[in-house]
């Protein structure tokens, strides 16, 4: 019997396979110009913890991150979404600054399958206090790097339609599950 963890990486490895099967994505993965990231959240009211997770893209590259943080269950997933924007362009960081300069993207891509982003994003004023609280640290995190990295056009998107057939997309997803436990 495969243990958890063997099954895991068969999937993983599905999952990047059907990535480079789909032009659309295997042109992302193959794109020394661009970085994806494709971030995604998991929780629910029953825990006080969720999963972040990232499926980050670039020049032949991919890599997933995920971390378990605490969180507090508010009605609906938003607040989750953010959180996992935010740790997301927080990768986005730590990856171009292991980019030599000369070798960097022109243009880094996040994609969340939260509809309303642009949105909340835009917004001044906020339903709830908690989602002005983050939606401010994701524009502090987003112009940080836009500034230490000036050649570098930061982008935060709609997944939209393309997220039931993307693979990418899946793994973030997966991980994020994984990290908490289901």
Known sequence: MENATTLYEKK???LINRAYASPS???NILNAGMIC???DFSGHDEHNFC????????????????????????????YGELLAILYSLE??????RDVLSDHRPKIALLYTDYSRIAQLLSSIHHSKPIYEEIGN???I????LEIRYPGVEVRVKYIS???KNNALHKMAHIAARKTIGK
């Open 12 to 14: 993983h490895q599905s």
């Open 25 to 27: 994505l295997r042109q």
């Open 37 to 39: 990231l494709y971030c």
């Open 51 to 78: 999963g972040l997770a990232c499926c980050f893209v670039h020049n032949k590259t991919i890599k997933v991150y995920a971390k378990k943080v605490p969180f507090e269950y508010i009605g609906n997933s938003v």
């Open 91 to 96: 990768i986005l960081g730590e990856e171009l």
């Open 137 to 139: 640290r994701i524009a």
């Open 141 to 144: 995190t987003h112009n940080d």
């Open 161 to 163: 339609k393309h997220k």
